[in-house]
């Protein structure tokens, strides 16, 4: 048995440790300051040793506070449909009034004069004077590019006039027009530019990397591509991505989230936790071999005992039949043998009598009993309880025995050979090992039996357990030292209860009428 308690507790760590190796991934995610020192120096070693596709120079595309409101994320974001030519020159044209001409300088009415062709060409630097965007957010550089006009959809006025288009239009352009600058900012979106508009130190577009250089007071910022990021950390274990708020997060430097790249430590404790699992499987399809090999082994040795059985009662009955053969020619003879002689020839006919019904009911057993009980009981239906246990206790005549029967005498269902055993063994465990008389009492109330076989001795053991633990045989022993537990597992079987107390000695056999 402890083969089984070791292999299975082997199984049981093996399983924990599985367990313990896949929670662990999830501890521990906050970076050590040493963490954010390899971080650091992560992201210098990439800033030098990586040349920049771009370095984004926003001072000078944008020199002046108006020229950057074109960069602020504002205005065309919260517009829809912002490449539809219907949605700005569909309205209906008004008639300048006096108002109107006396405000000619506003750059809303010019416009307004130039959509509706009251006049024909707009104002030298048109595009150059702020105000830059109209009152709706959207530039006039793209209000005139959404007009199909010439010269506003020819490239190079497009090219020459790049800076003056709010950069969410700028992926609306033809992309021929677009210069590398200004394609770059065409695929920022509306948070990388809320960002840049904040100061931030990295930007992680979807396709760019943004570096701002702090060397100056100007807002430049060295540009690769995302990919060169991501294949340069990965070779260091960490991986970048956006912060999104309210996500976990390694450990986060402005917008930016860094995380461990735990693809290759996965990668080894998914290979650790498939060798901890088929180490498992391996130990627990061991145990269950051990285990079947076991419990065919006591099949076995189950068999094997049936199978002396069988021999030992078949065996039996030729000398139990030459008994019979013998009593039988005696008694024939009966008239001429001593009165005395007479009287222990009839013990001893008593006894073959009962090693024949023995031989029986053992063979009786063999042949039919196939089920898991330990016994088969055939109960039967006793007229009088106290009739049938005063035939059990004859046995004994002669000894010091005291049958004090049940007061009430009732019927009871129940198996009379196996409660013969039981009372047998129990009665003569109190001559041999106790001390004469032996007092059988009997007690038969509210459909309870309970028979009492008290004896004279002092029984050095406090309970029942002690005593089915102890070895039963001594010198005075005439058995195997087995009596006690065959007559408790026998009680079991009929549902009954084996009871002992002390002080006197005394066994008891409890019984539940079968109604």
Same mark, same amino acid.
């Given at each position: 048995?402890? !083969? ?11 399983? @924990? ?47 002046? /506070?108006?020229?950057?409101? $074109? %960069?602020? #994320?504002?205005? *065309?974001?919260?517009?829809?449909? *912002? ?12 008639? !300048?009034?006096? /108002? ?14 130039? /959509?509706?062709?009251?006049?024909? &060409? ?87 990397? =943004? ?13 690769? $591509? ?7 950390? &990965?070779?260091?274990?960490?991986? +970048? ?16 989230? @860094? ?16 060798? *901890?699992? $088929?180490?498992?499987?391996? +130990? ?36 139990? !039949? ?23 020839? =009839?013990? %001893? ?33 006793? #007229? ?23 007061? *009430?005498? /009732?019927? @009871? ?7 013969? %055993? ?8 109190? @001559? ?6 032996? &007092?059988?009492? +009997? ?29 039963? !045989? ?7 030292? $087995? ?33």
């Amino acid at each position: 048995m402890r !083969t089984y308690f070791l292999l299975i507790l082997t199984a049981i760590i093996l399983s @924990f440790s599985t367990a313990y190796f896949a929670l662990n991934l999830e501890k521990n995610n906050a970076a050590t300051q040493k963490e954010i020192a390899h971080i650091a120096k992560i992201q210098f070693e990439f800033a030098h040793q990586n040349l920049p596709l771009a370095v984004l120079d926003l001072s000078s595309m944008y020199p002046t /506070r108006d020229y950057f409101q $074109l %960069i602020h #994320p504002i205005s *065309i974001y919260s517009k829809s449909n *912002i490449s539809g030519q219907d949605s700005f020159f569909s309205k209906s044209c008004s008639r !300048t009034n006096e /108002r109107m001409s006396k405000l000619a300088f506003d750059k809303n009415e010019i416009w307004e004069d130039f /959509r509706c062709k009251r006049i024909k &060409k707009l104002p030298e630097k048109f595009f150059e004077v702020p105000p830059l965007l109209h009152d709706s957010g959207i530039s006039f550089a793209y209000f005139a590019f959404l007009s199909n006009r010439e010269p506003f959809i020819n490239s190079d006025w497009i090219k020459g006039n790049l800076n003056f288009f709010h950069v969410s239009e700028l992926k609306y352009l033809p992309n021929t027009s677009l210069e590398l600058n200004f394609k770059i900012l065409s695929k920022l979106n509306k948070q990388d530019f809320e960002e840049i508009v904040s100061g931030q130190k990295y930007i992680l577009s979807a396709d760019y990397f =943004l570096v701002k250089i702090d060397r100056d007071q100007d807002i430049k910022y060295q540009t690769f $591509l995302s990919t060169q990021l991501e294949s340069f950390f &990965k070779e260091r274990f960490f991986f +970048v991505k956006p912060y999104i708020e309210g996500e976990k997060c390694f450990y986060k430097e402005g917008s930016l989230c @860094f995380e461990k790249d735990s693809r290759s430590i996965l990668e080894f404790f998914r290979q650790s936790s498939i060798i *901890i699992f $088929l180490s498992s499987m391996l +130990v627990l399809f061991f145990i269950s071999l051990i285990l079947f090999q076991k419990i065919k082994q006591q099949k076995n040795e189950e068999e094997k005992k049936r199978h002396a059985l069988r021999v030992l009662t078949h065996e039996l009955r030729t000398p139990i !039949t030459n008994l019979l053969l013998q009593v039988e020619s005696i008694n024939r003879q009966s008239d001429i043998i001593p009165a005395n002689i007479l009287e222990e020839f =009839l013990k %001893i006919e008593g006894e073959v009598y009962r090693l024949k019904r023995l031989a029986e009911k053992s063979t009786s057993y063999l042949q039919t009993h196939e089920g898991r009980s330990l016994v088969a009981l055939q109960p039967i239906l006793a #007229p009088s309880i106290n009739q049938i246990l005063l035939e059990m206790v004859e046995d004994f005549k002669g000894k010091s025995i005291i049958f004090d029967k049940a007061q *009430i005498d /009732r019927s @009871f269902i129940i198996d009379p050979y196996w409660l013969n %055993i039981c009372l047998k063994n129990l009665i003569e465990n109190a @001559f041999i090992h106790g001390l004469a008389p032996v &007092k059988v009492r +009997v007690i038969n109330e509210n459909d309870i039996l309970r028979i009492d076989v008290t004896d004279s001795g002092v029984c050095p053991y406090r309970n029942l357990d002690e005593l089915l633990k102890s070895d039963r !045989t001594g010198k005075n022993s005439t058995g195997l030292g $087995l009596g006690l537990s065959i007559v408790q597992k026998i009680i079991d079987e009929m549902n009954g209860k084996l009871l002992f107390s002390n002080n006197p000695t005394t066994f008891s056999l409890s019984l539940r009428n079968k109604v």
